[in-house]
């Protein structure tokens, strides 16, 4: 579950070649691991390895050696003079011993498989000429591509394309993840990614102490909330969902009925008095109560049992949602804030970010899509674009006091003490109006029972996406919380809890 970035990774080798394993033998892993999935997608046919001049292209060299001994049809094209090739890199372009053709797109034939050895996941400058050429004809050949640890054009550190990118239809990483498997637009860029044991101990994790990882249930389960044979509703903890007036009333209750299903005991929205007969009429085991001003809701809240508050979702963007968010934070409930109480704060971050850090232990979960991120954290986004959805989202956490959750098909969840978590199990069809909504209620249901605010995020996220992708195609905001059954229930089976 651990991500680690391409200074990490580079750690994580040295630590190994400290301890006694050259690095010309994690070279050689990697290339029979690439040779072993090359084999697989290519069958009987050709394959051609397209190498770069550094440890990449070193992989690459072994892996058309291995293949080659394994009676392939392997090629080579280098994109350097062979005889600058240094280090490990060196030595496994001596062990070739076939011949090594220009990297220009002459060199592409009609091979059934290329394997993209040309740039490592430390690329931080845009490809241009030969190798842009190169890439360029890679993608359009329309031959199916294995990359090695990383499609080359994409940074390995922000998943970002750097000007040009081989589309590949697998690729084969080492030890961990890096960012760019899973950010957008580096994930599409790296089709299937398969991480390949080379020989690294898993306790080089401790002394590097990564501080990202994969948001999947690995990372939480041991804070997962399990329904225990002597329980009862309090004990599992009480939501309020602001309402918005009469004529918005639909996101709160989508919230509302999430919080239930993701296991909150009890849940009430928190109605003005214009929308209590709509909002009535539309729930049953959600509560409805009547909460027009600031001081009425402070007071609901001065009952401890209601332990957990969603605020934003079509609340209305304006002073009264600022007042309901302000005396939300004054009762130190655990709090998500989304859509119109981030925004009614756009013209002064400031005085939420401070409130917010008053509190001893914040249990604040922020959720912005791109543009509300934007309007709350515009110094930020402003300051330089060129941050990684990873960086922004980390330094957002830190700079508001709160756990930031950067909503998309790549989410981010970041918390203020560095901690962050990449989630990618978003389907396409979540793009629907009315999903934040039904997010934003998982969310306080995990924070009703009492789970920490960055691992509630994380695991809102991750039942989000698993709930669509267990409607599928057609699915609407409604369709959500009624999936979270089926997937709570796979979910207790893969941890072993008893229900």
Same mark, same amino acid.
């Given at each position: 579950m651990e991500i680690l970035t391409v200074s990490e990774m580079t750690q994580a080798d040295q630590i190994t070649i400290r301890r006694g394993t050259p690095g010309f033998a994690l070279m050689q892993a990697a290339g029979r691991a690439v040779a072993d999935t090359a084999e697989a997608m290519a069958g009987q046919g050709a394959i051609l390895v397209v190498a770069g001049r550094g440890n990449n292209g070193g992989d690459g060299f072994v892996a058309a050696t291995e293949l080659a001994a394994r009676g392939r049809d392997v090629s080579v094209a280098l994109l350097c003079n062979r005889a600058t090739l240094k280090g490990d890199a060196a030595l496994a372009a001596d062990a070739w011993k076939g011949e090594v053709l220009p990297c220009d797109p002459s060199a592409i034939g009609q091979p059934r498989l290329i394997i993209d050895a040309l740039f490592g996941a430390g690329l931080d400058r845009e490809v241009k000429g030969d190798p842009r050429a190169m890439i360029e004809a890679i993608n359009a050949s329309g031959i199916p591509v294995l990359a090695v640890d990383l499609p080359s054009g994409v940074n390995g550190d922000t998943g970002a394309v750097m000007g040009v990118a081989v589309e590949a239809a697998q690729t084969v990483t080492f030890f961990r993840r890096k960012p760019g498997h899973l950010l957008l637009p580096g994930r599409v860029h790296c089709g299937e990614v398969h991480v390949a044991d080379i020989g690294i101990e898993a306790d080089v994790l401790g002394e590097i102490a990564p501080r990202t990882f994969e948001n999947i249930p690995e990372q939480w389960e041991d804070l997962f909330p399990s329904p225990q044979i002597d329980g009862h509703k309090y004990a599992r903890g009480h939501t309020v969902v602001v309402s918005?007036?009469?004529?918005?009333?639909?996101?709160?209750?989508?919230?509302?009925?999430?919080?239930?299903?993701?296991?909150?005991?009890?849940?009430?929205?928190?109605?003005?008095?214009?929308?209590?007969?709509?909002?009535?009429?539309?729930?049953?085991?959600?509560?409805?109560?009547?909460?027009?001003?600031?001081?009425?809701?402070?007071?609901?809240?001065?009952?401890?049992?209601?332990?957990?508050?969603?605020?934003?979702?079509?609340?209305?963007?304006?002073?009264?949602?600022?007042?309901?968010?302000?005396?939300?934070?004054?009762?130190?409930?655990?709090?998500? +804030?989304?859509?119109?109480?981030?925004?009614?704060?756009?013209?002064?971050?400031?005085?939420?970010?401070?409130?917010?850090?008053?509190?001893?232990?914040?249990?604040?979960?922020?959720?912005?899509?791109?543009?509300?991120?934007?309007?709350?954290?515009?110094?930020?986004?402003?300051?330089?674009?060129?941050?990684?959805?990873?960086?922004?989202?980390?330094?957002?956490?830190?700079?508001?006091?709160?756990?930031?959750?950067?909503?998309?098909?790549?989410?981010?969840?970041?918390?203020?003490?560095?901690?962050?978590?990449?989630?990618?199990?978003?389907?396409?069809? +979540?793009?629907?109006?009315?999903?934040?909504?039904?997010?934003?209620?998982?969310?306080?249901?995990? +924070?009703?029972?009492?789970?920490?605010?960055?691992?509630?995020?994380?695991?809102?996220?991750?039942?989000?996406?698993?709930?669509?992708?267990?409607?599928?195609p057609g699915l609407i905001a409604e369709d959500l919380p009624d999936m979270l059954p089926a997937v709570l229930r796979n979910l207790y089976d893969e941890l072993g809890i008893a229900y």
């Amino acid at each position: 579950m651990e991500i680690l970035t391409v200074s990490e990774m580079t750690q994580a080798d040295q630590i190994t070649i400290r301890r006694g394993t050259p690095g010309f033998a994690l070279m050689q892993a990697a290339g029979r691991a690439v040779a072993d999935t090359a084999e697989a997608m290519a069958g009987q046919g050709a394959i051609l390895v397209v190498a770069g001049r550094g440890n990449n292209g070193g992989d690459g060299f072994v892996a058309a050696t291995e293949l080659a001994a394994r009676g392939r049809d392997v090629s080579v094209a280098l994109l350097c003079n062979r005889a600058t090739l240094k280090g490990d890199a060196a030595l496994a372009a001596d062990a070739w011993k076939g011949e090594v053709l220009p990297c220009d797109p002459s060199a592409i034939g009609q091979p059934r498989l290329i394997i993209d050895a040309l740039f490592g996941a430390g690329l931080d400058r845009e490809v241009k000429g030969d190798p842009r050429a190169m890439i360029e004809a890679i993608n359009a050949s329309g031959i199916p591509v294995l990359a090695v640890d990383l499609p080359s054009g994409v940074n390995g550190d922000t998943g970002a394309v750097m000007g040009v990118a081989v589309e590949a239809a697998q690729t084969v990483t080492f030890f961990r993840r890096k960012p760019g498997h899973l950010l957008l637009p580096g994930r599409v860029h790296c089709g299937e990614v398969h991480v390949a044991d080379i020989g690294i101990e898993a306790d080089v994790l401790g002394e590097i102490a990564p501080r990202t990882f994969e948001n999947i249930p690995e990372q939480w389960e041991d804070l997962f909330p399990s329904p225990q044979i002597d329980g009862h509703k309090y004990a599992r903890g009480h939501t309020v969902v602001v309402s918005g007036d009469q004529a918005a009333t639909g996101a709160a209750r989508l919230s509302a009925r999430a919080a239930l299903r993701a296991g909150a005991g009890l849940v009430t929205v928190a109605s003005p008095r214009d929308a209590l007969a709509v909002n009535a009429a539309a729930l049953t085991a959600v509560m409805v109560r009547e909460t027009e001003t600031a001081q009425q809701f402070a007071e609901m809240l001065a009952d401890r049992r209601l332990n957990a508050c969603v605020i934003g979702p079509a609340s209305g963007i304006g002073k009264r949602t600022r007042d309901l968010v302000r005396a939300a934070l004054q009762a130190e409930c655990a709090l998500v +804030l989304d859509a119109d109480a981030l925004t009614s704060f756009a013209d002064d971050p400031e005085q939420l970010f401070v409130r917010i850090k008053r509190q001893d232990d914040p249990q604040v979960v922020l959720t912005p899509h791109t543009g509300e991120f934007g309007r709350l954290f515009k110094d930020l986004a402003a300051a330089d674009a060129s941050r990684s959805k990873l960086e922004q989202t980390r330094l957002a956490a830190r700079t508001s006091g709160a756990v930031v959750l950067l909503k998309g098909a790549d989410t981010v969840i970041a918390s203020p003490d560095g901690r962050a978590a990449i989630t990618a199990n978003a389907p396409p069809w +979540l793009a629907t109006a009315g999903s934040g909504d039904v997010l934003s209620g998982i969310i306080g249901g995990m +924070l009703a029972q009492r789970v920490p605010a960055f691992e509630a995020a994380c695991m809102g996220v991750w039942l989000h996406g698993e709930a669509a992708q267990e409607f599928g195609p057609g699915l609407i905001a409604e369709d959500l919380p009624d999936m979270l059954p089926a997937v709570l229930r796979n979910l207790y089976d893969e941890l072993g809890i008893a229900y």
